[in-house]
């Protein structure tokens, strides 16, 4: 298991994993770039793996887990 931040660490390649789980505060709205850019970096790597999203805001959740406008968003960037 691999443990990063994206703002301070650049990842080549994550070939090695199975599982992969990005997680991003919520600022304005919207997930923070490194986040972001690291869903879009790996998109089509995701394709044959597993992959968690998460955010941590403070609006509360509107609906169930997972379904929140803001990971929403970020499934429709790695086509889940
Ligand atoms: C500048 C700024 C903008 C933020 N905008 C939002 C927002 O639009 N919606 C929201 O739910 N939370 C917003 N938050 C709260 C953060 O999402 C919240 O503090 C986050 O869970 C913690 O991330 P952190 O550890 O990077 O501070 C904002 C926080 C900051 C500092």
């Known amino acids: 298991m691999k443990l990063i931040n994206a703002g301070e660490e650049k990842i ?3 070939s090695e994993y199975g599982l992969v789980v990005v997680g991003s505060g919520v600022a304005c709205g919207r997930w923070v770039n490194e986040a972001e850019d690291f869903l879009k970096k790996f998109r089509k790597d ?3 793996k597993k992959l968690a999203l998460f ?6 959740i509107p609906k169930k887990e997972g379904d929140t406008a803001e990971v929403s968003k970020m499934h429709k960037i790695v086509g889940g």
Do not use: L, Q
Not at 55 to 60: A, H, L, Q, R
């Open 12 to 14: 080549k390649d994550i």
């Open 46 to 48: 995701f394709e044959n």
């Open 55 to 60: 955010v941590s805001s403070v609006e509360p």
